[in-house]
């Protein structure tokens, strides 16, 4: 089915280890976007790639890395997790030179402890 | 850079009945769009509302629509009619326009719950 997936869904993880949150596209689109969710916060932007092998840095990019080897997965790793990383993660999508906005993935809740 | 805000963290509305949500942006661009996301427990991001920022005339979308005012940088999401399905967190957000062969990053606000009751 064409559409945006986060995996997984929810994840538990312990202080100082690295985890990884996949996010993989079918629409073929260009650009791509991690935002974290926080009460009070809204959505606020990490990292985001305008192709293959292109990333730059969003609002809030400490303690995350990502990459984009292939224009359709746009992975998230936290690479010494914390507590303060604690949050709701979201992938989107876009096409470039538009602006509809972006299409969502449904969110990976992680927790730290 | 832009900045969105949402005064109104949680409100609430009866069945059938309209409610109104607010939202002001900050920037100093001129050509851009604004937007209403809605997340409903589910956590999908689901777009509802769309407005360009050179268009006068206010976005509708069946029982949402928007007050546009470019001069007093506000755009307010009045719900019309409200069901309980629209119980959900209301979030505004800017994106200014993209260059050719670009794409712009979405800024949020804080959001708004809003719960719809009997």
């Known amino acids: 089915d064409a559409g945006i997936t986060q995996s997984p869904r929810y994840k538990i993880t312990e202080t100082g280890r690295q985890v990884t949150l996949m996010c993989h596209q079918t629409w073929s689109h260009s650009y791509m976007f991690w935002y974290r969710q926080d009460l009070g916060h809204g959505l606020r932007l990490i990292y985001y790639?305008?192709?293959?092998?292109?990333?730059d840095k969003g609002e809030v990019p400490d303690g995350y890395v990502v990459s984009r080897s292939k224009t359709e997965n746009f992975p998230l790793t936290l690479e010494s997790a914390t507590r303060s990383q604690t949050s709701v993660y979201f992938c989107?999508?876009?096409?470039?030179?538009?602006?509809?906005?972006?299409?969502f993935g449904s969110g990976t809740r992680l927790t730290v402890v | 850079a832009q900045t969105v805000t949402q005064s109104q963290p949680e409100m609430s509305v009866q069945e059938a009945e309209t409610v109104t949500l607010s939202c002001t942006y900050d920037?100093?661009?001129?050509?851009?769009?604004l937007f209403w996301y809605k997340q409903p427990p589910s956590r999908q991001m689901i777009l509802v509302i769309r407005?360009?920022?050179?268009?006068?005339q206010n976005a509708t979308e069946n029982r949402f629509s928007v007050n546009f005012q470019k001069a007093a940088k506000s755009f307010s999401l009045k719900i019309s009619d409200s069901q309980l399905g629209d119980t959900a967190m209301y979030f505004c957000?800017?994106?200014?326009?993209?260059?050719?062969?670009?794409?712009?990053?979405?800024?949020f606000g804080t959001g708004t719950r809003l719960q719809v009751t009997l």
């Open positions: 957000a800017f994106m200014k326009s993209p260059y050719t062969g670009t794409a712009s990053k979405l800024t």
């Open positions: 989107a999508s876009s096409d470039a030179g538009t602006g509809y906005g972006y299409t």
């Open positions: 407005q360009e920022a050179y268009k006068q």
């Open positions: 790639s305008a192709a293959a092998d292109i990333t």
């Open positions: 920037t100093s661009e001129n050509n851009y769009y």
